[in-house]
């Protein structure tokens, strides 16, 4: 079993559609990254979060950390959100350089059509 | 704005040749990663780096090596390519908080 489940794998949506990825985890985090990737390009941090919620424009990430679960959300989802988002954690169980090591899930790609 | 810059964006090599893929950064940061991306796989780290000259095993190194003669350089060797190699090779740098990604390589074995 994977660290770190996301679901959906695939999400297809219509543009102004409000936008939930979820991402699950079975270890101890200290951090917890959504990640955005566009086809063909490289991957940019959305947010680090290891507790509550974080707000960036249209985009919002909450942690329950008790429950172990990561939700991103888009609000007014629009086409050029479309791309992969990447959950990765950062396990509290590391040590010296090894801290900063991210275990990512497999991601979920995002399709919003106009 | 930090910037990880990798040597290319796509390669062709021939199974058995020594590939050779480069990263540098500019923020100088400490820890900088190699990772390979696999559909249906997700990210996966090869070795990462914490220092100069200092480097760790990470999830799958075998087939590679690496080296960090320099803080801002990182490099993935692939002492002889093999076609499961094929695949989208991003390196990353890090602060103690967030990892900023390159490009990428597009790796093709064949």
């Known amino acids: 079993k994977n660290e770190v489940e996301q679901s959906p794998q695939n999400l297809t949506a219509q543009e102004g559609e409000f936008i939930t990825i979820n991402c699950s985890y079975s270890?101890?985090?200290?951090?917890l990254h959504w990640l955005q990737q566009h086809p063909g390009g490289g991957i940019v941090s959305l947010f680090m979060?290891?507790?509550g919620k974080k707000k960036h424009g249209r985009l919002i990430a909450t942690i329950n950390i008790q429950e172990k679960h990561s939700s991103l959300h888009i609000t007014a989802s629009h086409p050029r959100d479309s791309a992969v988002y990447i959950c990765a954690v950062r396990s509290s169980q590391h040590s010296g350089g090894s801290n900063y090591k991210l275990t990512f899930g497999k991601g979920t790609l995002l399709t919003v059509n106009p | 704005d930090v910037k990880v810059t990798q040597s290319s964006r796509y390669l062709v090599k021939r199974t058995g040749e020594k590939v050779f893929l480069e990263c540098v950064q500019d923020?100088?940061?400490?820890?900088m990663f190699w990772y390979r991306q696999d559909p249906g796989l997700g990210l996966r780290l090869i070795y990462f780096s914490y220092d100069v000259k200092m480097k760790e095993k990470g999830d799958i190194p075998e087939g590679y090596s690496v080296s960090r003669e320099k803080k801002e350089r990182f490099s993935l060797i692939l002492e002889s390519a093999s076609t499961n190699q094929t695949s989208m090779y991003l390196c990353a740098s890090s602060t103690s908080v967030i990892q900023f990604f390159g490009p990428g390589t597009r790796l093709t074995v064949l």
């Open positions: 270890v101890g985090i200290s951090a």
């Open positions: 923020m100088d940061h400490e820890n």
């Open positions: 979060l290891s507790s």
